[in-house]
């Protein structure tokens, strides 16, 4: 069965880092994209970045030029280094996979993705 298991959370000032880590399990994600999606309270939902299956990634327009989503095929590991922190970046973050192998186009919607993680909270003091 697939696991998702996200790590690297914690409590960091208003302009630190952070680097999350997904570790995936129960199959191959070398052709499935992978997306870090995150939810503060009171909110919905939204994509943070993705990659696809590819290389080719996707960011969300609050966090261009500040996080960077990578993946080791090798290791079934996805990353989001988070640079520049804000505290309106706090929020519960999870990582996903795509429903479908091989798509060309870095899926950007919530319900394009299938398996989820328990997520991982992140918390930017000001």
């Known amino acids: 069965q697939v696991q998702l298991v996200e790590s690297g959370g914690g409590l960091v000032q208003a302009g630190g880092s952070l680097r999350l880590s997904c570790a995936a399990s129960?199959?191959?994600?070398?052709?499935?994209?992978m997306g870090w999606f995150r939810q503060a309270p009171g909110k919905e939902r939204e994509i943070v970045a993705a990659?696809?299956?590819?290389?080719?990634?996707y960011y969300g327009d609050s966090v261009k030029g500040r996080f960077t989503i990578s993946r080791d095929n090798a290791k079934n590991m996805v990353y989001l280094q988070m640079n520049s922190l804000k505290p309106e970046d706090t929020a519960v973050y999870y990582c996903?996979?795509?429903?479908?192998?091989?798509?060309?186009?870095?899926?950007?919607?919530?319900?394009?993705?299938?398996?989820w993680g328990q997520g991982t909270q992140v918390t930017v003091s000001s």
């Open positions: 996903a996979t795509d429903s479908s192998r091989y798509r060309t186009v870095v899926p950007g919607l919530i319900g394009e993705y299938e398996f």
């Open positions: 129960g199959r191959t994600f070398s052709f499935i994209a």
């Open positions: 990659i696809s299956w590819k290389g080719n990634t």
